[in-house]
């Protein structure tokens, strides 16, 4: 009797333990694949998550070096203009009183209260100094009274001016002792 071609040899005969073996190891493949599928799911993930928080990062520092920016131009038109207010106060106080009513002295006025109040809108404020304490990071000293002990501002020479949180110009003072009236 010969043997046909069609018949089977022993290690291919399906049995139900080869079938549980085959089976086995190809959940054991899957598994794996699954598991580094997961993995590089999880990569790629946190690869975005990094993405979208760098780009917010950008973002707001952006912005806020546009804030800066504006605020670092408009400190600088504003600090411009202060001079010129002082200049307007000192012409309008200097003023003879027969001239203080005229026409051309009211539409001085209006231009140095527009002013005002234009650098007020802004958050221009003046910095108050008569018989304060001395700070040296608002005031400059120029003028000092003879025999004084006390660090008290006793005259003002020039205004100064704060923008929001920051100073625009200090107060040029004399320094001396406490004026009586402060007392």
């Given at each position: 009797m010969r043997?046909?071609?069609?018949?089977?040899?022993?290690?291919?005969?399906?049995?139900?333990?080869?079938?549980?073996?085959?089976?086995?190891?190809?959940?054991e493949q899957l598994r794996a694949e699954i598991e580094?599928?997961?993995?590089?799911?999880?990569?790629?993930?946190?690869?975005?998550?990094?993405?979208?928080?760098?780009?917010?990062?950008?973002?707001?520092?952006?912005?806020?070096?546009?804030?800066k920016a504006r605020e670092?131009?408009?400190?600088?038109?504003?600090?411009?203009l202060v001079?010129?207010?002082?200049?307007?106060?000192r012409g309008l106080a200097s003023m003879p009183e027969d001239d203080k009513n005229s026409p051309w002295?009211?539409?001085?006025?209006?231009?140095?209260?527009?002013l005002t109040a234009l650098l007020e809108r802004e958050g221009v404020a003046?910095?108050?100094?008569?018989?304060?304490?001395?700070?040296?990071?608002?005031h400059e000293a120029v003028a000092t009274e003879e025999g004084s002990k006390d660090n008290v501002v006793v005259e003002v020479y020039q205004t100064g001016y704060r923008h929001g949180q920051g100073l625009l110009r200090p107060a040029v003072v004399k320094v001396g002792d406490k004026p009586d009236f402060q007392a």
């Open positions: 043997k046909s071609s069609a018949a089977k040899e022993p290690a291919d005969i399906e049995t139900p333990e080869n079938l549980e073996q085959d089976e086995s190891t190809v959940n580094k599928l997961k993995a590089e799911r999880d990569q790629f993930e946190d690869q975005a998550k990094r993405a979208l928080a760098d780009s917010a990062n950008i973002r707001r520092r952006a912005e806020q070096d546009q804030m670092i131009a408009t400190r600088g038109m504003l600090s411009q001079p010129i207010v002082d200049e307007l106060k002295a009211q539409g001085v006025q209006l231009i140095e209260k527009k003046p910095i108050e100094a008569l018989g304060k304490p001395f700070d040296p990071a608002v």
